[in-house]
């Protein structure tokens, strides 16, 4: 029976290739695998709001409302302008592929920095914030929360390893669960209002002194942290492949319905919190609160914060679809490594999911899974993309033409011009915050594309077989050079493995003791086949030098320009730790010669003849 | 210009191997070079001595004298004993040789095994109680003498890895500086008696009550710990063959002289302690506090603990004499790995030194730099070794017989009786201190070099030449089998290299994306010399496991019982990091085949042909 390894008890058997099918999803279906992250920013950008605000008291908390209000506006711009990707693009139109079809190659790659950098941001702040969402009801996990988040990333990369084959129906659980429970906090909290009447924060905050006033600086610095819920808006046209046909008229409708639900829960959680005044306790979040003023601490509670870790969750798992398949498409082109275009046993890119998975984890420790320190770094690269985007569809337009192409690109340039002032605002408020580290990793990750693409480009320019011309005159023959440790069985096999090769073939011994010597050529007399032998003298009893300096004199007198090949017998002994018991003389000289080849750029072949040792 | 590398900065440029020359020695400098270890036992065994005594208070420090009057008398049976070592085995009579020789394989290696273990403890013993000395002088370093341990420690190996030639003069200094120094110390005190008259224990520690009473097994346990004092008498006996001629008679002397200096320091410093009775403070030790009491804390005080220090890492340093030389026996005997028989580039064991100093290390880190500590480990072996080699004495008296045979077998037997006696007394009272470490990593050094020999011995029979026929039908012409990853010019190259080989090619293309197949096939139709592509699928998109199982069927249906040859084109990139650019295929098919090998026990040559790259 076939043993199961712990690679296949972990991730599955691997899967054949064939197997590669695309699902069709219908729109209910499609829409919940495609919105989980959108939906979720609600969440964290509620609690950035509320943070951002609460420095200026009741006077700042007020204009929660407003800003909201603002941040819909851009959402419904951005939905007007992806509709249009999304009818230009039908097999999926990327902020990558948009950017540098459009834009070119710099754009394009700025672009594709970006989108790495925030699939790696959105699986961590998801990942924190959904552990937020749990340690507002359960406290006492508060002190644990780094390691409850990179639990949950393993499990999540597990499982994405294996390969997900539902993301339709069992990811549509936690986001219709999602949207039910907050449309019942919202509902329970306007029933409340309209009850007991509104009780605002200038009531809650009466007795605390605010610590700023609000400034203009304050209300932008808002603004920019409240965009982090407009993160994820794009996943719809990166997918458009995803629906059943017609395909963009479903997914434009779907992202109609997308825009919409994220404004009803937006702007609804916002105006529940500032009419009914909820106020955080020690590190709860503020949609923690709002449950536990609207519903106490009972199951209805618990049932919303476990609806929000889930949808966080699905939410983090959405960047292991996006990252490795932005990164296979940027490897594809030569900017990343080409390992991150294999599809791994199960079928999914496991090495992009590796490196994502890793990254994710480096940020949530270095930020000691805080969702509020990762929040700066995360809407400018989001927002950058989406400008870069926007701008390329106007290109778009305006190269291609076709009907109403004029309207088109005005929709997109508003777009765009929408976003890149909301990205300018970002970039300068959230500067000192964090997105700094954002703009030298992006200009990192560049110059990174750029040496890999090179690399790549001068590979291709060696091996290509233009220019190449068929062998005319035969090869020149074989010259074999066998080093050997003295006279042993090994050595003869080897030796007459080297004579079913060529007639030339020339021994060396390197004579480390001078003592050993006269034996040794006694007994090559008898067994050396007539194969010359070459003594080295070592005086300073290294065998490495010595042997090298005797090649390259080799080399120089050969006529024909080729390097000597070297034939080299190995001890392989039956135990691994029975190596020890061995100089490794073999592998040494491998690896000098590897590094002369390096620094001389010769090529010399290695046979490597193995003596199989039973003990 | 010559670059000096870091190793040469360290340990200086290689040494020609005729430089490997021996200088004699007279008498004094050669009592210089071997009595360190012996001497200095006597600042530590005095320590013990007084730690053992202690808890039995006034009336157990009484015991002191006489338990050194008992370790001298030893000493005095030891020396006559080894004076019979030097005329027998004038070219060094190693207790390894004598055993061996004498008694046999077992005798002999239990023998080696406790060698080893001694030189190991006696290193990391002589360092800690340097350390010792130097931090009664200044208690503020107490908390740091694991780390001044070890950087002591790490000096002496890299002294050691140059190869100290100065071992006549410069080590001479030290040991008559201490020899000095403590005539002065035991002068000083007898002065003090004679004028003050004595102040026993029982006056110093009359208010203080004995935690237990005197017990035979408090006063063998005791005379156990004291007999560390004779660890290093052998050493002269080792080396006979650094004297001036005659080497025999000028070793007897100095043997003699050891034997007398030790007697001297060793009753002098006991007597004056017990007459003088001085109390250590804190962690100091019981000489520190003598010749605080003597001298008070002025020059004199300071000069006598360096000299207690440099003595200490003299004798630390015979380790690195000591420790590799056996090792390099063994290891040419075939118990060690052969490794330990190489002469470093400065024509010392550098192996064995390396090993020593990395096992010290171990044991000053894990018994926290404590002497006292460390003190039950050491003697047993010392003993044991004794014991083996003074009966091994006997029995060679008795099987070469020579004039007045019988009176030499009668003084060994006396030596080989006392050592045994004292070896049960140490073992048994030291069983649970820490003598069973001992015994345990005997038995398991034991066992290694039993199975190392096994090792060695079963590749020599299969190494062996005899029994080999020379070759009468020419060997069976060379199968290759090329894998190719594509069609490029690094595989056109290796192709053409394969035709000054044989005309028995195969090309090998594993399948992974169908697409590629029909573009591969047509340009190996082109460039492919005729060669035969066989294309192999693969479902499960592994490149390893299709070829592997491809290598199979084609040698099942060879009729030579040959494998195939397998020559893989390999791609050397210009620069170290590029290499995680590739997949690097080739290194993982060596591997595979490299396991394989293992499994199966054929030899399969691989012939590595490198495509260098500039990019």
Known sequence: MHKRTLRERLIGSPLETHRLSSEKLDTPRALAALSPDALSSIAYANQEIFLGLITAGAAGLAYAFPISLAIVGLLIILAFSYAQTIHAYPQGGGSYTVASENLGALPGLITGAALLLDYVLTAAVSLTAGVAALTSAFPELGTHRVIISLVMLLLITLLNLRGIRETGTLMAIPVYLFIGMYALVIGAGLLRVIIEGPGGYDVTLASRPALTSVTLGLVLHTFASGCTALTGVEAISNAVSVFKPPESTRAVRALRSLALLMTLLFLGTIGVIQLIAPMPVGDETILSALTHKLFGSGGMYYGVQISTLLILLVAANTSFTGFPRVASILAHDGYLPRQLTILGDRLVFSNGMLL???????????????????????????????????????????????PGWRMKSVINGLGATATGLAFVVIAVSKFLDGAWV?????????????VIHRHYEGIASELTIHGLHHAIKPSPALRLVLPIPGVHRGVIYALRYAHTLT??????????????????????????????????????????????????????????????????????????????????TAWLIKLALLYRRRRFGKVRPIIDFPFHLRH
């Open 356 to 402: 994502l998975s890793s990254l994710a984890a480096v940020l949530i420790i270095l930020f000691h899974g805080d969702t509020h320190a990762l929040i700066p770094l995360f809407a400018v690269g989001v927002f950058l993309a989406f400008t870069l985007s926007q701008a390329g569809m106007v290109v778009h337009w305006i190269k291609d033409g076709g």
């Open 438 to 450: 954002i703009a030298v990793l992006m200009l990192l990750l560049y110059g990174g594309f750029r």
């Open 503 to 584: 007639a030339d073939v020339t021994a060396v011994y390197v004579e480390i003791d001078p003592a050993e010597t006269d034996k040794v050529r006694r007994r090559w007399a008898q067994w050396g086949e007539g194969v010359p032998l070459a003594i080295v003298p070592s005086p300073y009893r290294s065998l490495i030098n010595p042997f090298l300096a005797y090649l390259d004199e080799l080399d120089k007198d050969a006529d024909d320009g080729q390097l000597a090949t070297v034939l080299l017998p190995e001890f392989i002994p039956g135990r691994w730790w029975e190596n020890l018991l061995h100089n490794q």
